[in-house]
């Protein structure tokens, strides 16, 4: 018995050891990290968020115009590593990838950071191009509203309220067969899937994304022109659907919803799956917007990132939350790559809509305070 005893305050006292020892290494290991950073390319901190800042916000034209060292094939390169990194430069170990192809860092970090940095406009200053136009009025009716579209054979979908609780996201696989192609075939399979498989009736408004179709090579205009007439049944459908149920349908312009969440470098897209599975299972202060997962589970995503242990993050103010539950978001997970992509649109496409819908009941309370206060006056 008394042995046992020993045998456990030892067991005991190693814990403690273990545990004293692993946070004394962390501390460390911290210290080391902090001071290597803050002499990081003879840089202080506050450049090197600049430096991130400007390598996120400027326009490549400007980028070559103020570092007269950089050249075009530079700025193609960091274009590429940019694209590769989701459309963004996150951390200080970010900017030293740039290091294969630009000889200098210091310099480099020394001009960049002396950039006046360009400040990112708000929501309510970017143009998005909605048809028809939303007014103050409508805006106050909109409680929920669904992002739908079509990529045979599935329809993707996403419900959003106007408290950004995401209510569904999902898909439905039709029966549309490309190869075979026939109108009222067509036309039955996807009138009875957006009445019995997709969740619309309790939505205010359904959107649509408004498509610029272009033909970069001739091999492809078989399959697009098959496309453009699949989804303009899709869209005439919709419109059906949403006179039965007194439903506006809004079409959104696919261009403007990537310059709203910076998905564009340069004329170029970046993946949108990317961005959306960075943004819920990244790291928060990858965008502005703040993720609330419900039971949130770690991803093989957030695994790998989680190895970084020391970066040192971007911080973006004005986060919006969005709160997503748990099943969701493993719905997601499990899909394959290629449906992950317009998943990720319609989720993009509910909250930049619902952002707009937000911005313009502001305006219409704001109004109806201030002549609230003229009227007692």
């Not at 450049?47 to 060292?69: E, Y």
């Not at 996403?158 to 009222?184: A, C, G, H, P, Q």
Request: net charge positive; glycine share 2%.
């Amino acid at each position: 018995m008394f042995s046992l005893l020993i045998r456990r305050e030892l067991s005991f006292f190693r814990h403690l050891y273990k545990q004293y020892r692993s946070h004394s290494i962390v501390t460390q290991s911290e210290e080391l990290m902090e001071q290597s950073s803050s002499k990081l390319y003879n840089c202080t901190n506050e450049q090197l968020s600049t430096v991130l800042t400007n390598l996120n916000t400027l326009s490549p034209k400007k980028l070559l115009k103020n570092v007269p060292s950089l050249n075009e094939t530079q700025i193609k390169q960091i274009i590429t590593l940019k694209k590769k990194l989701g459309g963004k430069f996150l951390s200080f170990d970010n900017l030293k990838r740039l290091e294969q192809f630009i000889g200098n860092m210091d310099h480099f970090c020394q001009i960049v950071s002396s950039i006046e940095p360009q400040i990112e406009e708000g929501f309510t200053t970017k143009k998005i191009h909605i048809m028809p136009k939303l007014n103050s009025k409508t805006a106050l009716n909109i409680q929920t509203a669904a992002s739908v579209e079509i990529t045979p054979p599935f329809i993707y979908w996403s419900t959003l309220t106007n408290d950004f609780i995401v209510k569904d996201w999902n898909y439905y696989e039709t029966n549309i067969d490309m190869r075979k192609v026939r109108f009222l075939d067509v036309y039955n399979e996807l009138d009875s899937a957006i009445n019995e498989h997709i969740p619309l009736k309790n939505v205010n408004a359904l959107l649509i994304e408004e498509n610029i179709y272009r033909y970069p090579n001739l091999n492809l205009v078989p399959y697009i022109t098959t496309l453009q007439q699949i989804r303009s049944i899709f869209s005439t459908l919709i419109h059906k659907h949403s006179d039965a149920t007194n439903n506006l349908v809004y079409h959104l312009n696919a261009r403007h919803i990537q310059q709203r969440f910076n998905l564009l470098v340069g004329n170029e897209l970046t993946s949108t799956e990317l961005y959306v599975t960075r943004m819920l299972f990244g790291n928060e202060t990858f965008s502005d917007i703040k993720v609330n997962i419900n039971q949130k589970i770690q991803s093989n995503y957030d695994r790998a990132e989680s190895k970084v242990k020391y970066e040192h993050k971007v911080e973006e103010k004005n986060q919006l939350s969005l709160n997503i539950d748990n099943d969701i978001t493993s719905n997601y997970q499990r899909s394959k790559n290629a449906r992950k992509e317009p998943m990720a649109n319609c989720l993009l496409r509910t909250i930049a809509f619902m952002e707009l819908v937000k911005s313009k009941t502001r305006t219409k309370e704001l109004s109806n305070t201030s002549q609230e206060t003229e009227d007692e006056a």
